[in-house]
């Protein structure tokens, strides 16, 4: 079962619950997805739509984005927003693959750098797409970016 599919499944079982917060959030995922396939459409993309990982990538900013809005949220005192946008991450993460551990960050860089053959932050391009081209909604890519420029510089 594809992304659009699952998303859509969840939608519908989150209407015959009557589950009101996961319903919201779950057609935020939804509408984040058709604004995507529009703009595809826009640029004279393919009529079927956002590729699953395009959909990974749209969860993982939409994480980072509640994320941010959360620690803003706490540090105003805001603490019932903060924890919605708390429970929306929840919601949305349960159609992004397992995040890997710090050690599992440093294994994927280390085959990156083996495969592209980098020797110097010139290459690290390189590592960076072939990191995403992998572990796309997996890992962090800004610290992973940062790990990199260390490994290579």
């Not at 996961?22 to 058709?34: C, E, F, P």
């Not at 509640?66 to 603490?79: D, V």
Request: charged share 35%; proline share 1%; no cysteine.
């Amino acid at each position: 079962m594809n992304m659009r599919d699952r998303i859509g499944s969840a939608l519908k079982d989150a209407m015959r619950a009557k589950e009101a917060d996961r319903l919201s959030t779950l057609r935020l995922i939804n509408a984040a997805i058709k604004d995507k396939d529009i703009a595809l459409r826009g640029e004279g993309g393919g009529e079927q739509g956002v590729a699953d990982s395009d959909i990974l990538a749209i969860l993982g900013r939409m994480v980072k984005q509640r994320q941010e809005s959360a620690r803003a949220y706490e540090e105003g005192g805001r603490l019932e927003l903060a924890e919605k946008e708390l429970s929306e991450i929840k919601v949305i993460e349960e159609f992004l693959p397992r995040q890997l551990t710090a050690d599992e960050v440093a294994a994927a860089i280390d085959a990156a750098v083996a495969e592209t053959g980098a020797g110097s932050i010139r290459d690290m391009g390189k590592v960076m797409a072939a990191l995403k081209a992998r572990y796309t909604g997996q890992m962090d890519f800004a610290a992973a970016g940062a790990a990199v420029k260390d490994r290579l510089g």
